[in-house]
Antibody, heavy 118, light 106 residues
């Protein structure tokens, strides 16, 4: 079955760190463009970061320098390392696939919840 | 950065109605626009890409049009399953979403 399953969310204090994982099944993570998209409570969608097939990575200005996207081809998994977390990073974090870049996101995971609070 | 503005924010409609949602880009994005449907507690679902290309399995009552800075999503004969929030997204330069349009039951 083709699917994305996120994990790793939780409650963290401001300034803390978390690593999110996105387990990919049914296709190869390295052959696709993989993104993280977040949705703060009651609000819209915000693109966070993307990992291109060739290894290039891009970030939204709001997370640049704090978040790092990576992938492990052997585990067919995408990651998001989040450091120096802020209250405004609180959101559901979805991973999403696009089959070329730039392109629309044709497959999404259900998301993992990140709460940054003291 | 390219900003996307959707209107209306909320739309009240009845089953069988034809509804139209508008999305405006702050600069030209050619046809690099997608539409998503999201239901509470669920991930977004891609409906349309390249402004007017319907994704496989999406009912033909959904259609998209436009280019440049003005785009529309039309739902002909609204069905009970269509009550949801709809987002536009540009992918001409990075990725930016509109703020969403909630289609609710009138």
């Amino acid at each position: 079955e083709v699917q994305l399953v996120e994990s790793g969310g939780g409650l963290v204090q401001p300034g803390g760190s978390l690593r999110l994982s996105c387990a990919v099944s049914g296709f190869t993570v390295s052959s696709n463009y993989m993104s993280w998209v977040r949705q703060a409570p009651g609000t819209g969608l915000e693109w966070v970061s993307i990992f291109y097939t060739g290894g290039s990575t891009y970030y939204a200005d709001s997370v640049k320098g704090r978040f790092t996207i990576s992938r492990d081809n052997s585990k067919n998994t995408l990651y998001l390392q989040m450091n120096s977390l802020r209250v405004e990073d609180t959101a559901i974090y979805h991973c999403a696939r696009s089959t070329s870049g730039p392109a629309a996101f044709d497959l999404w995971g259900q998301g993992t919840v990140v709460t940054v609070s003291s | 950065d390219i900003q996307m503005t959707q209107s209306p924010s909320t739309l009240s409609a009845s089953v069988g109605d034809r509804v139209t949602i508008t999305c405006r880009a702050s600069q030209s994005i050619s046809i690099w626009l997608a539409w998503y449907q999201q239901k509470p507690g669920k991930a977004p679902k891609l409906l349309i890409q390249k402004a007017s290309n319907l994704e496989g399995g999406v009912p033909s009552r959904f259609s998209g049009s436009g280019s440049g800075t003005e785009f529309t999503l039309t739902i002909n004969s609204l069905q009970p399953d269509d009550f949801a929030t709809y987002y536009c997204q540009q992918y001409d330069s990075y990725w930016t979403f509109g703020q969403g349009t909630k289609v609710e039951i009138k």
